[in-house]
C-alpha cells in the first residue's frame, strides 16, 4: 500500500520563507511531485524530484530523500498568491508505472 | 494546446439518477486519469488508462462507477445510480508516459 502524509494547515506572512514536509511509503518508488492548488481550481504542476537533493526553480525549491521516504517544498519571498494548497504526490511502481497518488494536501495562509 | 477539457463543469441531479462525465486528453498525451476530490479523503485515484487500456480501476468505488476509453481522445465516467455520497469534484488528468499530470477545470457533481 501506499501512505504519504503532509501537515494540513501552515500560516505565514509576506516575504518570509516556509517549508511544507512530505514523508511517504509506499511499494517502489518511481518519483515525487509537488502541484499547487488554489481554490476552486485544478492543481497545476510545481516541481518533479526523482534522484535525491535539491530541485530550485525560482522561489520554489523542492528536496527529496530517497532512504528516509522524505520530501520538503521551500517557498522563497511568499506573495499573498501563495495562498493555496499544496500537493505532495508519489509515482509508485506498478505495471504502467505512471499513476499518481496524492497527499491530502497543506493549505497555506499568507498574510500581509 | 486547448489543455483536458472536462463536461459539464457543474452537475446537479437527483438521487437515483444517471451521472456521466466526460473528458479530452491533450492530444499526443497516452495516458489519462480519473480522480475525485473531497475535503475528507483528498484527491482519490479512481482509475487511469494507457493507450486506452484501462490499467488500474481499483480505486473505483464501487459497481455503479464505470469508465471507457473508447479512443485517444475522449473518456467517460458513468455513475448509475448516483448516490449523494458520491458528491465531489471529479479531475480528468492526462500525462504523456510518466511525465507530469496535466489536469482538466473538474466537474462539480452534486447529488441530492
Known amino acids: 500500500g501506499q501512505n504519504i502524509d503532509q501537515p494540513t494547515e501552515m500560516t505565514a506572512t509576506e516575504g518570509a520563507i516556509v517549508q511544507i514536509n512530505c514523508t511517504y511509503q509506499t511499494s517502489g518508488f518511481n518519483g515525487l511531485f509537488w502541484y499547487q492548488q488554489h481554490a476552486g481550481e485544478a492543481p497545476t504542476f510545481l516541481s518533479y524530484n526523482v534522484l535525491d537533493g535539491l530541485e530550485e526553480k525560482g522561489r520554489f525549491s523542492s528536496f527529496l530523500s530517497r532512504s528516509k521516504g522524505y520530501s520538503y517544498l521551500l517557498l522563497k519571498e511568499l506573495q499573498m498568491k501563495d495562498s493555496a494548497s499544496y500537493l505532495c504526490?508519489?509515482?509508485?511502481?506498478?505495471?504502467?508505472?505512471?499513476?499518481?497518488?496524492f497527499g491530502k494536501g497543506t493549505t497555506l495562509s499568507v498574510s500581509s | 494546446d486547448a489543455g483536458v477539457i472536462q463536461s459539464p463543469r457543474h452537475e446537479v441531479t437527483e438521487m437515483g439518477q444517471e451521472v456521466t462525465l466526460r473528458c479530452k486528453p491533450i492530444s499526443g498525451h497516452n495516458s489519462l486519469f480519473w480522480y475525485r476530490q473531497t475535503m475528507m479523503r483528498g484527491l482519490e485515484l479512481l482509475i487511469y488508462?494507457?493507450?486506452?487500456?484501462?490499467?488500474?480501476d481499483s480505486g473505483m468505488p464501487e459497481d455503479r462507477f464505470s469508465a471507457k476509453m473508447p479512443n485517444a481522445s475522449f473518456s467517460t465516467l458513468k455513475i448509475q445510480p448516483s448516490e449523494p455520497r458520491d458528491s465531489a469534484v471529479y479531475f480528468c488528468?492526462?500525462?504523456?508516459?510518466?511525465?507530469?499530470?496535466?489536469f482538466g477545470s473538474g466537474t462539480q457533481l452534486s447529488v441530492l
Open positions: 488508462f494507457n493507450n486506452n487500456v484501462p490499467i488500474d
Open positions: 488528468a492526462s500525462s504523456f508516459y510518466n511525465e507530469k499530470l496535466f
Open positions: 504526490a508519489v509515482r509508485g511502481l506498478n505495471q504502467a508505472g505512471t499513476a499518481l497518488i
